[in-house]
């Protein structure tokens, strides 16, 4: 063990990836440290690299005090909990797992997807009573429903796939990707406009990274835009979906459903009128919390944090590969 570089994790985050990490570095884990912003930033000083998940702010101000921080390894898909820009400042590798958990959350949008379709959980809630009500669990077949993927990179490819094997009709739009785009080609999905993204979608699953421009984009504006009877899942970032919106819209009729498994805040208000609806299904934030995903995804950041303090570069960086510093 090299007492010189020290590595701070300060969220829930295990798996073999981290025990590999003991074996070379003084490793110390925290996982509550997240919630005292003072208590990190008077730790962070004395550690080479820290490993969070998507609760700790990595803040620009967090990043000054790491006088001796070389990379930050986020474990999972996004990174809006890290200020990029500042880290990049201070010359600090920002690190990330980009697909590893990318099936798992394609697999829960079809099991959101056909619990929608089919009603299952209030069925499952009636019978659990006592209620034995078929009609009034009627679902709908996907085969030859429109499928609307809004982003369609690593996680939306997939769920075009899944799609195509249940026979659905798929649709894209993505505003960085060409007809010929190998996403596009190979996932057999049409890409098209947003306006028609939203007319035609029977079901649309939503894939869109937090950033200023997708801030709240999901909004009445676009539900209005679409079918009376479409669900909606979003199983990207919360904030991207403006949840007293999607409220009226359901109230109103202009939506058929929705499955939410990330929030505008997490964890939630309890008080949250969509709460008390039965036509929208919850979950809490668990996409990519799969034993199988996990360990890819634990694996993979301890890999680069590994790589960088050995004086090797990241392979799945966001800014540059090597610390400048």
């Known amino acids: 063990m090299s007492p010189q570089k020290r590595i701070l994790i300060s969220e829930d985050i295990t798996g073999t990836g981290v025990e590999r990490l003991k074996q070379k570095y003084h490793v110390q884990i925290d996982p509550d440290i997240w919630k005292k912003v003072s208590a990190l930033e008077e730790a962070i000083p004395g550690f080479d690299a820290l490993i969070v998940r998507n609760q700790t702010r990595v803040t620009a101000?967090?990043?000054?005090?790491g006088k001796a921080l070389r990379v930050v390894g986020r474990a999972g898909a996004g990174y809006d909990n890290i200020d990029v820009p500042a880290a990049s400042q201070e010359g600090v590798v920002v690190s990330y797992s980009p697909?590893?958990?990318a099936v798992s959350v394609a697999e829960l949008v079809f099991g959101l997807l056909l619990a929608l379709a089919r009603k299952i959980p209030g069925a499952d809630r009636s019978v659990k009573s006592g209620g034995w009500e078929r009609k009034k669990y009627h679902g709908v077949e996907l085969m030859g429903k429109t499928l609307g993927i809004w982003g369609l990179g690593r996680i939306g490819f997939r769920v075009a796939l899944r799609g195509k094997a249940?026979?659905?009709?798929?649709?894209a739009y993505d505003a960085y990707l060409s007809p010929t785009t190998l996403h596009v080609t190979e996932s057999g999905a049409t890409l098209t406009s947003l306006d028609q993204l939203l007319a035609e979608a029977d079901f649309l699953s939503v894939h869109l990274p937090l950033t200023e421009e997708t801030r709240g984009i999901l909004n009445l504006q676009i539900f209005r835009k679409m079918k009376p009877s479409a669900f909606i899942i979003n199983t990207s970032r919360g904030e991207v979906l403006v949840e007293e919106d999607?409220?009226?819209?359901?109230?109103?009729?202009?939506?058929?459903?929705?499955?939410l498994d990330v929030r505008e805040k997490e964890p939630p208000s309890t008080a949250s009128p969509l709460h008390g609806l039965d036509n929208v299904i919850l979950t809490p934030h668990t996409a990519g919390l799969t034993?199988?995903?996990?360990?890819?995804?634990?694996?993979?950041?301890?890999e680069d944090v590994d790589r960088v303090l050995s004086g090797q570069p990241a392979l799945r960086f966001v800014n540059f590969a090597v610390p400048k510093k």
């Open 99 to 101: 697909e590893e958990n």
């Open 166 to 171: 249940f026979g659905m009709r798929l649709l």
């Open 246 to 259: 999607l409220f009226q819209a359901l109230k109103q009729g202009r939506l058929a459903g929705a499955a």
């Open 291 to 302: 034993y199988e995903a996990q360990e890819k995804v634990v694996d993979a950041v301890s």
């Open 61 to 65: 101000s967090l990043l000054s005090k």
